[in-house]
C-alpha cells in the first residue's frame, strides 16, 4: 500500500486521500472476508466435534462388548484431541477398559499419551485430575505423583486441590498430601467459597458455613498426616477442632472430609482400638465407606471376639447409629403411620427428592 502512495503522491492531495481510502477498503473488506471465513470454518468444526460426541454417546449404548465400547471412544479421542469433550470420553475409557475390561494399566497409558498431546492448560488440568483419580484406583503411587507434580505448577480450586488430597491420603503418599495441604490451607475460607461461586446468592451465614467447613475439612487431613508423623497429640486436637465445624448429614455422616474413619485409624495407630472401634463403627454406617467397612472387619478379626462378624458388626453400628426422631406420615391408605408403631420391626425409610 505505501509503493501505491507514493507512486501518486506528486497527483495531489486528492488523488492520496482517494489511493488511502480504496487501499484501506479492500485491506478492510480482507480482513471482513478473512475473519467470516475463519469463524465459519471455527463453527463448523465445533458443531462437527458435538454431533460427534453426541453420536458416540448414542452408539454406546447399541455396541454388545466394552472392548468395542473403549475403541470407539479412543476414535473419538484421537479425532477430536483438543475438544472438552474428550475428558468425559476419557472417563468412560477408564469404565470399560479399565473397571470393566480389568486392563486399568492400558487405559492410563492411553490417557497419558493423550495429556501429552494437548496443549491448552485448562484441558490438560482436567484430565490430569482424571488421572490423579485413577492412579488411586489403581494404586499406582508413581503415576499419581508424577501427574500431582504437573498440576502443583498450575493454578487449582480448593476443590480441585481436595480431590489430589484425597487420592494422596489413600496412597499414603505424604509429600504430596503435605504439599496440597500447604497449597490448600490460604482457600480453606469463606472468602474463596464466595469467588469460586459468584453467580449464586447465598446468605452472609451459608458462606460463613461453607468457610468453616472447608477450614475443618483441610484440617481434618493434616491432622491425620501428624498422627503418621509423630504429633498423635497435635493430631487428637486438631481432629477436636475440625469436628466442631465439619457439616453432618440426616445420618449423622461428615459431609467433606470423612473424620470419623481418619480418626479411628489414628486411634489405631496409638493402639487405642477400642475407642477406635465406635468411630471406624459409625463410618461403615455409610454405604460408600467401603474402606471403613473393611476396617471394621480387620478389628473384629485382631479382637479375638467369639461372636461371628454380622453380629459384632450389627452391635457396634447399633450404638453409634443416628437415632431418628419420631414423625408420623399420611400413607398411601389414609391413615397415619409413626415410627413408633412400627415397634422393633426393622424398617427402610426412602426419600424421594423431587427433580
Same mark, same amino acid.
Given at each position: 500500500?505505501?509503493?501505491?502512495?507514493?507512486?501518486?503522491?506528486?497527483?495531489?492531495?486528492?488523488?492520496?486521500?482517494?489511493?488511502?481510502?480504496?487501499?484501506?477498503?479492500?485491506?478492510?473488506?480482507?480482513?471482513?472476508?478473512?475473519? $467470516?471465513?475463519?469463524? *465459519?470454518?471455527? #463453527?463448523?468444526?465445533?458443531?462437527?466435534?458435538?454431533?460427534?460426541?453426541?453420536?458416540?454417546?448414542?452408539?454406546?449404548?447399541?455396541?454388545?462388548?466394552?472392548? /468395542?465400547?473403549? @475403541?470407539?471412544?479412543?476414535?473419538?479421542?484421537?479425532? &477430536?484431541?483438543?475438544?472438552?469433550?474428550?475428558?468425559?470420553?476419557?472417563?468412560?475409557?477408564?469404565?470399560?477398559?479399565?473397571?470393566?475390561?480389568?486392563?486399568?494399566?492400558?487405559?492410563?497409558?492411553?490417557?497419558?499419551? #493423550?495429556?501429552?498431546?494437548?496443549?491448552?492448560?485448562?484441558?490438560?488440568?482436567?484430565?490430569?485430575?482424571?488421572?490423579?483419580?485413577?492412579?488411586?484406583?489403581?494404586?499406582?503411587? +508413581?503415576?499419581?505423583?508424577?501427574?500431582? +507434580? $504437573?498440576?502443583?505448577?498450575?493454578?487449582? !480450586?480448593?476443590?480441585?486441590?481436595? !480431590?489430589?488430597?484425597?487420592?494422596?491420603?489413600?496412597?499414603? !503418599? %505424604?509429600?504430596?498430601?503435605?504439599?496440597? *495441604?500447604?497449597t490448600t490451607e490460604p482457600l480453606a475460607?469463606?472468602? #474463596?467459597?464466595?469467588?469460586? &461461586?459468584?453467580?449464586?446468592?447465598?446468605?452472609?451465614?451459608?458462606?460463613?458455613?461453607?468457610? /468453616?467447613?472447608?477450614?475443618?475439612? *483441610?484440617?481434618?487431613?493434616?491432622? %491425620?498426616?501428624?498422627?503418621?508423623?509423630?504429633?498423635?497429640?497435635?493430631?487428637?486436637?486438631?481432629?477436636?477442632?475440625?469436628?466442631h465445624d465439619t457439616s453432618r448429614d440426616?445420618?449423622?455422616?461428615?459431609?467433606?472430609a470423612p473424620i470419623d474413619y481418619l480418626?479411628?485409624? @489414628?486411634?489405631?495407630?496409638?493402639?487405642?482400638?477400642?475407642?477406635?472401634?465406635?468411630?471406624?463403627?459409625?463410618?461403615? *454406617?455409610?454405604?460408600?465407606?467401603?474402606?471403613?467397612?473393611?476396617?471394621?472387619?480387620?478389628?473384629?478379626?485382631? !479382637?479375638?471376639?467369639?461372636?461371628?462378624?454380622?453380629?459384632?458388626?450389627?452391635?457396634?453400628? #447399633?450404638?453409634?447409629?443416628?437415632?431418628? @426422631?419420631?414423625?408420623?406420615?399420611?400413607? &398411601?391408605?389414609?391413615? /397415619?403411620?409413626?415410627?413408633?408403631?412400627?415397634?422393633? /420391626?426393622?424398617?427402610?425409610?426412602?426419600? %424421594?427428592?423431587?427433580?
Open positions: 500500500m505505501w509503493a501505491v502512495i507514493h507512486r501518486f503522491n506528486d497527483g495531489g492531495i486528492l488523488m492520496y486521500k482517494n489511493v488511502v481510502v480504496i487501499s484501506m477498503c479492500v485491506s478492510f473488506l480482507i480482513c471482513v472476508a478473512c475473519t $467470516r471465513n475463519e469463524t *465459519i470454518q471455527t #463453527t463448523e468444526n465445533k458443531i462437527s466435534s458435538e454431533e460427534a460426541a453426541k453420536t458416540v454417546h448414542e452408539k454406546l449404548k447399541t455396541l454388545e462388548s466394552d472392548a /468395542k465400547r473403549a @475403541a470407539l471412544l479412543k476414535d473419538f479421542v484421537q479425532a &477430536y484431541p483438543e475438544n472438552e469433550e474428550i475428558v468425559d470420553a476419557l472417563r468412560n475409557l477408564v469404565r470399560y477398559q479399565g473397571l470393566l475390561g480389568g486392563d486399568m494399566a492400558g487405559a492410563l497409558m492411553f490417557i497419558e499419551n #493423550t495429556r501429552s498431546n494437548v496443549e491448552d492448560a485448562k484441558l490438560g488440568k482436567r484430565i490430569d485430575l482424571l488421572l490423579c483419580e485413577n492412579y488411586g484406583k489403581a494404586h499406582d503411587l +508413581d503415576g499419581f505423583s508424577k501427574t500431582a +507434580d $504437573r498440576l502443583a505448577c498450575g493454578k487449582l !480450586s480448593f476443590g480441585e486441590n481436595l !480431590s489430589v488430597i484425597k487420592v494422596a491420603t489413600t496412597l499414603s !503418599s %505424604w509429600d504430596q498430601l503435605d504439599r496440597f *495441604i500447604t475460607n469463606a472468602a #474463596t467459597f464466595r469467588s469460586d &461461586y459468584p453467580d449464586d446468592d447465598f446468605t452472609d451465614a451459608r458462606v460463613e458455613a461453607a468457610g /468453616k467447613s472447608r477450614a475443618a475439612t *483441610i484440617k481434618i487431613y493434616r491432622a %491425620w498426616f501428624k498422627a503418621n508423623h509423630g504429633q498423635f497429640d497435635e493430631a487428637m486436637t486438631d481432629f477436636e477442632a475440625a469436628n440426616f445420618f449423622g455422616q461428615p459431609i467433606g480418626k479411628g485409624k @489414628a486411634l489405631l495407630l496409638n493402639g487405642e482400638s477400642e475407642a477406635a472401634t465406635g468411630l471406624v463403627a459409625k463410618a461403615a *454406617i455409610s454405604s460408600d465407606n467401603k474402606d471403613a467397612q473393611k476396617l471394621l472387619e480387620e478389628i473384629h478379626q485382631k !479382637s479375638g471376639k467369639t461372636e461371628d462378624f454380622p453380629t459384632f458388626e450389627v452391635s457396634e453400628k #447399633t450404638k453409634v447409629a443416628q437415632q431418628i @426422631a419420631e414423625f408420623s406420615l399420611d400413607g &398411601y391408605d389414609g391413615n /397415619k403411620h409413626s415410627l413408633d408403631d412400627l415397634g422393633d /420391626k426393622a424398617t427402610l425409610l426412602a426419600f %424421594w427428592h423431587p427433580t
